[in-house]
């Protein structure tokens, strides 16, 4: 049982457009999300978060949303850049964010092309 | 300041038997967790160690154990191994939860199972 799901397995995008990422949930219980970027060969690297009490929350160039009666987030990337071109992750807490426990998505792979 | 060191980088195990990963956190965070990577499944928690009591725990077989030592180093242990078992296994340290500090990843133990 996936409760937390990135639909789209990759995305390609130009360089200097937007790239949008989205992640659906099914567990209402989730009350913290994240988004970590991972390079082949290393850990995945934190990106940014919301807590479910706020529907925006931004950081330079990254943006993310969170529509909760839809259960759904995205992660929106203005300006895209070819050292953006990783697999994204989106994951989810219950607690919070007091723990460490997340659950994550299976990742979208963008490509950034020059 | 060092990030979070996981040894052995890569390992090969034959089916049956039993593995030890080693994890050593960054420096004054107290809590670790471990995750699973497979390229169907993303990433899978397995447990969260804080100060040296397991936090919690996923849904995975009892084989799967953990440890967190006086100094948070963490280790891993999976006993019979199995084919299934052939994954990432990626440590996380942080200082107490996602919400106050994120979780930074190591680069990962590759094991492989024959």
């Known amino acids: 049982d996936q409760q937390v799901k990135q639909n789209s397995p990759s995305l390609s995008v130009q360089e200097g457009r937007i790239s949008i990422l989205n992640c659906d949930y099914t567990n209402s219980m989730f009350d913290y999300f994240l988004w970590y970027k991972k390079y082949p060969a290393e850990g995945p690297t934190f990106l940014i978060s919301i807590s479910s009490i706020k529907d925006k929350n931004e950081d330079g160039r990254f943006t993310v949303f969170l529509n909760k009666s839809a259960k759904h987030l995205s992660l929106h990337i203005v300006p895209s850049q070819p050292g953006d071109s990783a697999v994204y992750f989106c994951a989810a807490s219950e607690y919070g964010g007091a723990t460490n426990k997340l659950i994550f998505g299976t990742g979208t792979l963008l490509a950034v092309q020059p | 300041k060092a990030g979070v060191t996981q040894t052995p980088r890569y390992l090969i195990k034959t089916r049956g038997q039993q593995v030890t990963l080693s994890c050593s956190p960054i420096?004054?965070?107290?809590?670790v967790s471990w995750y699973q990577q497979t390229p169907g499944q993303g990433l899978q928690f397995l447990f969260e160690?804080?100060?040296?009591?397991?936090?919690n725990k996923g849904n995975f077989p009892g084989r799967f154990s953990g440890r967190q030592f006086s100094n948070s180093r963490s280790e891993m242990n999976v006993s019979t191994l199995e084919l299934g078992d052939s994954a990432l296994y990626l440590c996380a340290s942080s200082r107490v939860g996602v919400y106050n500090s994120p979780l930074h990843f190591g680069n990962g133990t590759r094991l492989t199972v024959t």
């Open positions: 160690y804080f100060s040296e009591t397991q936090r």
């Open positions: 420096s004054g965070h107290r809590s």
